[in-house]
C-alpha cells in the first residue's frame, strides 16, 4: 500500500449522513484534511462515492485467521489517490432536529501487515445483514424507512414491501396488543424516556402468530416530539411458549394443591409456614395468605401435641421420607380437634423443609368409638347368648363357639377349634343332608337332630348364616336352638289334642244319636195321633231336628271337628227335605250355585234350619195350580260377605195373606234365626218368592 502520510488515517474520520440515503450532510476536520477536499466539495455527496467494498477472498497478504473475523471492509481513497483499508460503524443520531447516522471510519490498514499483533475493530459496521436481531428504523410518522434482512427473514415481507406498506404497523400488530403498543408508545414520549422494551404478537406474511420482544431506541427534537425510532426484535414465541408450559404446569399443580381437601403445608427448620393450599380453610378455617409466616403452632393444640419431635426426629434420623401421626389440631375459632398428620420430608426452593398433610379425623374418631361399642355388644351378644353360635372359616372348621354352645353340646372351644363341624355333631344318618345346609349361600332354616358330646341327641332349629364379602363367602355362622323341652312340649300336646278330638268326636255322634232318637219318638207319636194338624206339625218338628242332627253327622264325619263345608251340608240336607216333602203330581227341579265355604257349627246349625223352614214353606205353598216347579239355592262369598239366597217360580205370597204368614211359627223362627247370624234378610216377591240373607263368616 502506497501513504503519502503515515498519519493519514492515524485519527478517525467522522461523518454526519442522511439516516437513508447516507448524503454526508457534515463531516469533521479530520476527514477533510485525510481525504484533501473541502466542505462544499464533500457535502451532499455520498459516502460510497469515495470507495467501494473490498472481496477480502482476492487479498493474498491477509491471513485465513484474520479473513473469518472481518465483515465488510471498504477501500477509502483520498483526492490525491491514496487509499486504506477501514471498517465502518455507524450510530443514530439527532442532527438538527432529524435523524441521521454518525459512521466513523476505523483503520484496519494494521489487519493486512505482516504482524501478529491483530485487533479488532472498536464498534460494529454499518451492514446490517449479520445482526442477530430484526431492525427497524421509523420517521417521526412511524413510516419504516430501513427494514433489515433479519426483518425480512422474520415478518416475511421484503424491505421494499416494508417501506411501501403505510398501514404495516396496524396489519402486522395483533389487534388485541394494538392499545398496548400505542399505550406503550404514548408513556414514552410523555416521559421522553430515550429506550423502551415491550413484548407483543405480531402477524408475519404468511399470516402466523409470533411472540416478539422489542427493544426500541427513540431521538427527540428540542421540542420533545419524535423524530426517529431505531427498533431490535427478537422472536421470542419458543420462550413465551416454553413459560406457557411451565405456567400450565405450575397451575395444574397449584389446581391438584389446591383440590385436596386435606390441608397442606409446609414448614422450614424454624416452625414457620412457608406454604399452604386451600384445604386448610376447610380443616381449620384459616385462609392459606394468614397462616403463612407464622409458627405451625398456631394449628396445633396447646399441650395435646409436641410439633417439636417431629423435628427431633428428623434430626436423629428417625423420620426417613414419611412419617405418620396422630395429634391434635386447633381451628381459627379455638375448636379442638384429633387430627392424623402424614410427614413428608422435602425441599421449598432450595430449603429443607416437612410437608405436612393434615386431616380431621373427628367422623372417623366417633366411628371407631361406635365401631368399638358394637364389637364390644356383639362380644357380650355372642357369649352371653342363649342360644349356641359357633363361627365357621370357608373349610367350614370351627374357629369360636359360644358359652350357649358349650351348655347345649357339652363341648369346650378348646377341644373342638379346628375341628370341621360336621364331623363333630351331625349323626351319621343325616352327614350328607348337613353338608348341603353348611355349604348353603343363603341364609337357611332346619329343624333336626345334633349329637352332644354324650351321645345324646338334641332336637335343635339351625340357622345357616353365610358372611358374604363381594359375593365370596367368607365365613359362616352356625346359630342352634335346643328345643327338646319343646319337642317333649308339642309331643304332650298332640297327644291330648288327639284324646280331645276323639272325645269330641264321639260327642258329635251321641248328639246325633240322641237327636236321632227324638226324631223316632216323634215318628211313633204321629202314628198314634189322628190329628192331621198335629201330624204336620210333628213331621216338621222331626225335619228340624233332623237339619240338626246332619249338621252333627258332618262335623263327626269331618277331620276338622269345629267347621263343615257348607254346600256338601246344603246338598244334603234340600235332598232330605224334597224326599220328605216332595210333590209327586209335579216335578219340583232344584238348582245350586254354592261356593265352597267352611263354617262353624254355630252358623252352619241356623243356615240349615233357615233353608228346611224356606224349603218347607215352598213346597207346602208356592206350587199350587203349576206344572213344573223349580227352586234355586245359592251360596256366595261376595267380597267380605256371604249371601245365601232360596228362590221358587211359585205363585208367591198373596197379599191377604202376608199378615198370616207373619204372624206363623215358621216366620218368626226364620227371623229369630236371621237374627243368630247377624244377618241382613230380603224377601222379594213377585215370580215366586226369595229369600236373601247376608252375613259375615264368622271370624273374619
Same mark, same amino acid.
Given at each position: 500500500?502506497?501513504?503519502?502520510?503515515?498519519?493519514?488515517?492515524?485519527?478517525?474520520?467522522?461523518?454526519?449522513?442522511?439516516?437513508?440515503?447516507?448524503?454526508?450532510?457534515?463531516?469533521?476536520?479530520?476527514?477533510?484534511? #485525510?481525504?484533501?477536499?473541502?466542505?462544499?466539495?464533500?457535502?451532499?455527496?455520498?459516502?460510497?462515492?469515495?470507495?467501494?467494498?473490498?472481496?477480502?477472498?482476492?487479498?493474498?497478504?491477509?491471513?485465513?485467521?484474520?479473513?473469518?473475523?472481518?465483515?465488510?471492509?471498504?477501500?477509502?481513497?483520498?483526492?490525491?489517490?491514496?487509499?486504506?483499508?477501514?471498517?465502518?460503524?455507524?450510530?443514530?443520531?439527532?442532527? #438538527?432536529?432529524?435523524?441521521?447516522?454518525?459512521?466513523?471510519?476505523?483503520?484496519?490498514?494494521?489487519?493486512?501487515?505482516?504482524?501478529?499483533?491483530?485487533?479488532?475493530?472498536?464498534?460494529?459496521?454499518?451492514?446490517?445483514?449479520?445482526?442477530?436481531?430484526?431492525?427497524?428504523?421509523?420517521?417521526?410518522?412511524?413510516?419504516?424507512?430501513?427494514?433489515?434482512?433479519?426483518?425480512? $427473514?422474520?415478518?416475511?415481507?421484503?424491505?421494499?414491501?416494508?417501506?411501501?406498506?403505510?398501514?404495516?404497523?396496524?396489519?402486522?400488530?395483533?389487534?388485541?396488543?394494538?392499545?398496548?403498543?400505542?399505550?406503550?408508545?404514548?408513556?414514552?414520549?410523555?416521559?421522553?424516556?430515550?429506550?423502551?422494551?415491550?413484548?407483543?404478537?405480531?402477524?408475519?406474511?404468511?399470516?402466523?402468530?409470533?411472540?416478539?420482544?422489542?427493544?426500541?431506541?427513540?431521538?427527540?427534537?428540542?421540542?420533545?416530539?419524535?423524530?426517529?425510532?431505531?427498533?431490535?426484535?427478537?422472536?421470542?414465541?419458543?420462550?413465551?411458549?416454553?413459560?406457557?408450559?411451565?405456567?400450565?404446569?405450575?397451575?395444574?399443580?397449584?389446581?391438584?394443591?389446591?383440590?385436596?381437601?386435606?390441608?397442606?403445608?409446609?414448614?422450614?427448620?424454624?416452625?414457620?409456614?412457608?406454604?399452604?393450599?386451600?384445604?386448610?380453610?376447610?380443616?381449620?378455617?384459616?385462609?392459606?395468605?394468614?397462616?403463612?409466616?407464622?409458627?405451625?403452632?398456631?394449628?396445633?393444640?396447646?399441650?395435646?401435641?409436641?410439633?417439636?419431635?417431629?423435628?427431633?426426629?428428623?434430626?436423629?434420623?428417625?423420620?426417613?421420607?414419611?412419617?405418620?401421626?396422630?395429634?391434635?389440631?386447633?381451628?381459627?375459632?379455638?375448636?379442638?380437634?384429633?387430627?392424623?398428620?402424614?410427614?413428608?420430608?422435602?425441599?421449598?426452593?432450595?430449603?429443607?423443609?416437612?410437608?405436612?398433610?393434615?386431616?380431621?379425623?373427628?367422623?372417623?374418631?366417633?366411628?371407631?368409638?361406635?365401631?368399638?361399642?358394637?364389637?364390644?355388644?356383639?362380644?357380650?351378644?355372642?357369649?352371653?347368648?342363649?342360644?349356641?353360635?359357633?363361627?365357621?372359616?370357608?373349610?367350614?372348621?370351627?374357629?369360636?363357639?359360644?358359652?350357649?354352645?358349650?351348655?347345649?353340646?357339652?363341648?369346650?372351644?378348646?377341644?373342638?377349634?379346628?375341628?370341621?363341624?360336621?364331623?363333630?355333631?351331625?349323626?351319621?344318618?343325616?352327614?350328607?343332608?348337613?353338608?348341603?345346609?353348611?355349604?348353603?349361600?343363603?341364609?337357611?332354616?332346619?329343624?333336626?337332630?345334633?349329637?352332644?358330646?354324650?351321645?345324646?341327641?338334641?332336637?335343635?332349629?339351625?340357622?345357616?348364616?353365610?358372611?358374604?364379602?363381594?359375593?365370596?363367602?367368607?365365613?359362616?355362622?352356625?346359630?342352634?336352638?335346643?328345643?327338646?323341652?319343646?319337642?317333649?312340649?308339642?309331643?304332650?300336646?298332640?297327644?291330648?289334642?288327639?284324646?280331645?278330638?276323639?272325645?269330641?268326636?264321639?260327642?258329635?255322634?251321641?248328639?246325633?244319636?240322641?237327636?236321632?232318637?227324638?226324631?223316632?219318638?216323634?215318628?211313633?207319636?204321629?202314628?198314634?195321633?189322628?190329628?192331621?194338624?198335629?201330624?204336620?206339625?210333628?213331621?216338621?218338628?222331626?225335619?228340624?231336628?233332623?237339619?240338626?242332627?246332619?249338621?252333627?253327622?258332618?262335623?263327626?264325619?269331618?277331620?276338622?271337628?269345629?267347621?263343615?263345608?257348607?254346600?256338601?251340608?246344603?246338598?244334603?240336607?234340600?235332598?232330605?227335605?224334597?224326599?220328605?216333602?216332595?210333590? #209327586?203330581?209335579?216335578?219340583?227341579?232344584?238348582?245350586?250355585?254354592?261356593?265352597?265355604?267352611?263354617?262353624?257349627?254355630?252358623?252352619?246349625?241356623?243356615?240349615?234350619?233357615?233353608?228346611? $223352614?224356606?224349603?218347607?214353606?215352598?213346597?207346602?205353598?208356592?206350587?199350587?195350580?203349576?206344572? #213344573?216347579?223349580?227352586?234355586?239355592?245359592?251360596?256366595?262369598?261376595?267380597?267380605?260377605?256371604?249371601?245365601?239366597?232360596?228362590?221358587?217360580?211359585?205363585?208367591?205370597?198373596?197379599?191377604?195373606?202376608?199378615?198370616?204368614?207373619?204372624?206363623?211359627?215358621?216366620?218368626?223362627?226364620?227371623?229369630?234365626?236371621?237374627?243368630?247370624?247377624?244377618?241382613?234378610?230380603?224377601?222379594?216377591?213377585?215370580?215366586?218368592?226369595?229369600?236373601?240373607?247376608?252375613?259375615?263368616?264368622?271370624?273374619?
Amino acid at each position: 500500500m502506497h501513504r503519502k502520510d503515515e498519519t493519514f488515517f492515524g485519527s478517525q474520520c467522522m461523518f454526519v449522513c442522511d439516516q437513508i440515503s447516507l448524503k454526508i450532510l457534515d463531516v469533521n476536520d479530520i476527514a477533510l484534511q #485525510k481525504l484533501g477536499y473541502d466542505r462544499k466539495g464533500i457535502l451532499g455527496t455520498k459516502l460510497t462515492d469515495f470507495g467501494k467494498e473490498v472481496d477480502l477472498t482476492k487479498e493474498d497478504s491477509i491471513s485465513p485467521e484474520v479473513l473469518d473475523s472481518l465483515d465488510e471492509v471498504w477501500n477509502l481513497k483520498s483526492s490525491d489517490g491514496d487509499h486504506c483499508h477501514v471498517q465502518f460503524s455507524s450510530h443514530l443520531i439527532n442532527y #438538527k432536529g432529524k435523524p441521521a447516522k454518525l459512521i466513523v471510519a476505523h483503520d484496519i490498514e494494521s489487519l493486512f501487515a505482516e504482524t501478529k499483533n491483530v485487533r479488532k475493530p472498536v464498534s460494529s459496521p454499518i451492514g446490517f445483514e449479520n445482526f442477530p436481531m430484526a431492525e427497524i428504523e421509523w420517521n417521526r410518522d412511524l413510516k419504516i424507512l430501513r427494514w433489515s434482512t433479519k426483518a425480512e $427473514e422474520l415478518f416475511g415481507w421484503t424491505q421494499e414491501e416494508a417501506i411501501s406498506n403505510k398501514t404495516l404497523l396496524r396489519d402486522f400488530v395483533h389487534p388485541d396488543d394494538l392499545s398496548l403498543v400505542r399505550q406503550e408508545l404514548n408513556s414514552t414520549v410523555n416521559n421522553q424516556s430515550r429506550t423502551n422494551s415491550i413484548v407483543n404478537r405480531n402477524f408475519t406474511k404468511s399470516g402466523k402468530t409470533i411472540y416478539c420482544e422489542w427493544y426500541n431506541s427513540f431521538l427527540f427534537d428540542d421540542e420533545g416530539n419524535i423524530v426517529s425510532v431505531y427498533s431490535l426484535v427478537v422472536d421470542i414465541s419458543a420462550r413465551v411458549e416454553a413459560m406457557e408450559r411451565s405456567r400450565r404446569s405450575m397451575q395444574s399443580y397449584r389446581d391438584l394443591f389446591d383440590s385436596i381437601s386435606d390441608a397442606i403445608y409446609l414448614i422450614n427448620d424454624n416452625g414457620e409456614i412457608l406454604g399452604a393450599n386451600e384445604g386448610l380453610k376447610l380443616t381449620f378455617g384459616y385462609e392459606p395468605k394468614d397462616v403463612i409466616g407464622n409458627h405451625f403452632k398456631m394449628l396445633s393444640a396447646p399441650g395435646k401435641f409436641d410439633g417439636d419431635r417431629l423435628f427431633n426426629l428428623r434430626k436423629k434420623g428417625k423420620l426417613g421420607k414419611r412419617g405418620k401421626f396422630e395429634g391434635w389440631g386447633r381451628k381459627v375459632n379455638g375448636e379442638v380437634f384429633p387430627s392424623e398428620m402424614l410427614v413428608n420430608t422435602g425441599s421449598y426452593f432450595g430449603e429443607d423443609v416437612l410437608i405436612i398433610i393434615e386431616r380431621d379425623i373427628s367422623e372417623r374418631k366417633l366411628a371407631e368409638e361406635e365401631l368399638q361399642k358394637r364389637e364390644q355388644l356383639f362380644s357380650e351378644l355372642f357369649n352371653m347368648s342363649p342360644l349356641g353360635i359357633v363361627l365357621l372359616n370357608e373349610h367350614s372348621e370351627i374357629m369360636m363357639v359360644n358359652k350357649g354352645f358349650e351348655k347345649i353340646f357339652e363341648f369346650t372351644q378348646d377341644e373342638i377349634h379346628g375341628l370341621e363341624l360336621d364331623k363333630v355333631i351331625v349323626p351319621e344318618e343325616e352327614f350328607e343332608h348337613a353338608k348341603k345346609l353348611t355349604a348353603t349361600p343363603n341364609v337357611s332354616e332346619e329343624v333336626c337332630k345334633r349329637v352332644a358330646k354324650s351321645g345324646e341327641l338334641i332336637d335343635v332349629i339351625i340357622y345357616a348364616v353365610p358372611i358374604l364379602i363381594d359375593g365370596k363367602v367368607i365365613a359362616r355362622y352356625g346359630i342352634y336352638v335346643d328345643i327338646t323341652d319343646r319337642k317333649q312340649a308339642e309331643e304332650q300336646i298332640i297327644s291330648s289334642l288327639k284324646e280331645k278330638e276323639v272325645l269330641l268326636a264321639e260327642i258329635h255322634h251321641r248328639v246325633k244319636n240322641n237327636l236321632a232318637v227324638i226324631t223316632g219318638l216323634l215318628e211313633l207319636q204321629s202314628y198314634n195321633t189322628e190329628n192331621n194338624n198335629a201330624k204336620i206339625i210333628l213331621r216338621e218338628s222331626q225335619m228340624r231336628i233332623h237339619s240338626i242332627a246332619l249338621v252333627h253327622e258332618k262335623l263327626y264325619q269331618n277331620e276338622n271337628l269345629s267347621e263343615i263345608q257348607i254346600h256338601q251340608y246344603i246338598q244334603e240336607l234340600a235332598g232330605n227335605v224334597k224326599d220328605t216333602m216332595g210333590i #209327586k203330581s209335579i216335578p219340583v227341579e232344584i238348582n245350586y250355585d254354592l261356593d265352597e265355604v267352611s263354617l262353624v257349627i254355630t252358623q252352619a246349625i241356623p243356615c240349615g234350619l233357615l233353608l228346611n $223352614e224356606v224349603l218347607t214353606n215352598s213346597y207346602k205353598h208356592a206350587f199350587k195350580g203349576i206344572e #213344573k216347579g223349580q227352586i234355586d239355592i245359592n251360596f256366595k262369598k261376595k267380597d267380605e260377605l256371604l249371601l245365601f239366597s232360596i228362590k221358587d217360580n211359585g205363585v208367591g205370597i198373596h197379599h191377604e195373606d202376608q199378615e198370616r204368614i207373619e204372624k206363623s211359627l215358621g216366620m218368626k223362627l226364620i227371623r229369630t234365626l236371621s237374627k243368630q247370624l247377624n244377618a241382613s234378610m230380603d224377601i222379594l216377591n213377585g215370580e215366586g218368592t226369595e229369600f236373601i240373607f247376608k252375613f259375615r263368616k264368622e271370624g273374619e
